[in-house]
């Protein structure tokens, strides 16, 4: 086991490119000075920005039990520093290294819905809608007061503290990578590219106004902004959750490929 300080040579190394798509937030990770990395060099990279976020572990298939305990032993450690700490991982790998850490220290954990990982290597939508796409600017900070609103209540079933939508708000209006879908003079849409690493990058916040939907704007900003990835020489990801019908629909129907799935679990 060896603590990193620059772990992006391990994952170069280690990981095949369809395994950096899926893990593409170590390449985040990795902007933290501060960043908690593990490694054996061969057959697990484990990521953490600080004990209170997600910690994204990548194993290697057919790994050795003495490695797989050499794992629990990290995750075990980082626990210790946060009791609902929530853990990143490949279900069919890290859910018996769960099990036993949940029989040993008498705690539970439970499972979110999987997360599927795309990319796209060329923009085929079809699917026309009327409007175009535009940059955010400091005039659009009340609609993505409410857009971020919706997001969070879609995505968590809950309300936003109080500031967090207004200072989502404040950071992001304005910012080159903060896109908007106008139709008639009216915003009905965002995406934005959240991350950049050398060879990708990440679109994420994705959201349309909730009495516009089904008009086919989503898709539109996504491919356009999918495209201007694709213009930089970057290949395209995303995150998204197993269950989200609609969005995975519009993800395939622009081109999207699915690379697989990971699977978030939380300490109770």
């Not at 995150?239 to 109770?268: H, K, P, W």
């Amino acid at each position: 086991m060896k603590r990193l300080n620059n772990a992006l040579p391990t994952i170069n190394k280690l990981m095949s490119e369809n395994e950096k798509i899926l893990f593409n937030l170590f390449y985040l990770i990795s902007d933290s000075e501060d960043a908690f990395w593990v490694t054996d060099e061969e057959f697990y990279i484990i990521g953490q920005t600080n004990e209170r976020l997600a910690m994204w572990i990548w194993i290697k298939e057919n790994t050795s039990e003495d490695v797989l305990t050499d794992i629990e032993g990290v995750i075990e450690e980082r626990l210790d520093l946060n009791p609902k700490l929530n853990v990143i991982a490949d279900e069919a790998i890290i859910r018996p290294i769960l099990n036993r850490i949940s029989e040993r220290k008498k705690v539970s954990y439970n499972s979110m819905i999987p997360m599927v990982i795309y990319r796209c290597d060329k923009v085929t939508n079809a699917k026309k809608a009327s409007g175009h796409m535009i940059l955010s600017n400091a005039k659009h900070k009340e609609i993505l007061e409410k857009f971020i609103v919706g997001m969070v209540w879609d995505l968590e079933k809950r309300p936003m503290y109080e500031g967090e939508s207004e200072g989502f708000a404040n950071d992001v209006a304005g910012s080159p990578d903060l896109y908007l879908w106008e139709d008639n003079r009216q915003v009905v849409s965002m995406a934005m590219i959240v991350h950049r690493a050398e060879k990708f990058a990440r679109i994420n916040t994705v959201y349309t106004d909730s009495l516009q939907r089904g008009k086919g704007y989503a898709g539109m900003l996504v491919a356009e902004v999918t495209q201007k990835i694709l213009d930089e020489g970057r290949i395209p990801m995303l995150y998204t959750e197993q269950d989200n019908v609609c969005s995975n629909a519009t993800y395939r129907r622009i081109g999207y490929m699915v690379c697989g799935e990971l699977t978030q679990f939380q300490f109770d």
